[in-house]
């Protein structure tokens, strides 16, 4: 069964062909722009604007840190320098940069992490980037943009060029299906989207995982179970409004994520579940491990991602609040 074929989602399309549609968008509005490339600008779709403005697209090759730091260089002129290549070389291999010249000196530069997650599947761990979220989390000033599909694509990318400040936007290889079938897609940075309505638990989600969950809530619509499913588009910093409300309003929270548990959405969400409202959670992610190599359905299933495991993770949170324990 495809990705969100259970809650009849319209078939997936690849997040990086919108985010390559989106950017020549953003340029074509905003003659400040500028786009520099790790020399995958075919693979993440950055060069979709390189014929048409090549004199603000900027192929630097293969060396992350000298990216990150031209960076710095164009955003302190005043330009809004929109970075990209996949996270796994450009966190792990300019963190220095990334920390000392964009972070501390909150630099308005956007950072654009292609092929995250598992996305890259059978080519292993190495190029996966499940650790991103806590990487860029601990940079005070980032804000962590994570779309679902590509009308939220369009969206982010627009919302992060107009921010004024650090941003990291992850994208995926993966092919989404539509969470918002009509290109309807409220994207406000740090307010999150209810896709779906439910009074007996919440399921909270970002990225591929949001057909996921609401797949899931499928599931347990059948069982008697009704989920709210949110998309948290902005993991950083977290909706804690909306979180409240869940919190207050279904009494159990489930995060989902395609991320390590530790340090990404759960741990963000559960943070604001304790300061405004603690409820039984339980949480769906890489547990401590790294993924291995395999097909994403593969993956999912080895690593606990599917509808079916985060449909379990509501059953077990919703019992917890029915017995009054954590």
């Not at 972070?103 to 650790?131: F, Q, W, Y």
């Not at 929270?253 to 390590?260: G, N, R, Y």
Request: hydrophobic letters at 45%; proline letters at 6%; a neutral charge.
């Amino acid at each position: 069964m495809r990705l969100g074929e259970r809650a009849g989602l319209k078939p997936a399309e690849e997040l990086r062909d919108y985010f390559g549609q989106a950017l020549l968008e953003v340029c074509r509005r905003r003659a400040d722009v500028v786009v520099l490339d790790g020399d995958l600008g075919n693979s993440t779709r950055a060069h979709s604007m390189r014929k048409e403005f090549p004199e603000r697209f900027f192929n630097l090759g293969i060396a992350e840190s000298n990216l990150v730091g031209v960076s710095a260089g164009f955003a302190s002129a005043g330009f809004v320098p929109f970075v990209s290549s996949f996270p796994s070389f450009l966190l792990a291999n300019a963190y220095d940069q990334i920390r000392l010249q964009v972070s501390m000196g909150g630099l308005n530069v956007k950072l654009c992490g292609s092929h995250a997650g598992l996305s890259t599947t059978r080519e292993g761990p190495p190029p996966m980037s499940i650790e991103d979220f806590a990487l860029v989390g601990g940079l005070p000033p980032f804000v962590i943009l994570v779309p679902c599909d590509p009308a939220s694509m369009i969206r982010a990318v627009s919302a992060a060029a107009d921010h004024v400040g650090p941003v990291y936007l992850r994208s995926s290889r993966e092919p989404l299906p539509h969470v918002y079938p009509d290109g309807d897609c409220p994207f406000h940075i740090g307010k999150a989207n209810v896709v779906r309505r439910g009074r007996d638990v919440t399921i909270i989600a970002c990225g591929l995982m949001v057909p996921v969950a609401l797949d899931a809530a499928v599931i347990l619509s059948a069982e008697g179970l009704e989920a709210r499913v949110v998309d948290m588009h902005t993991v950083k910093p977290v909706d804690e409004e909306v979180i409240g409300a869940a919190a207050r309003e279904t009494g159990a929270i489930v995060t989902a994520e395609e991320h390590l548990i530790r340090g990404g959405l759960g741990s963000a969400v559960a943070q604001a579940v304790v300061r405004t409202h603690p409820v039984p959670m339980r949480f769906v992610g890489l547990n401590n491990t790294y993924a291995g190599s395999g097909t994403m359905p593969e993956l999912m299933l080895k690593l606990g991602l599917t509808e079916e495991h985060v449909a379990t993770a509501a059953r077990e949170a919703v019992a917890a609040r029915r017995r009054g324990a954590a």
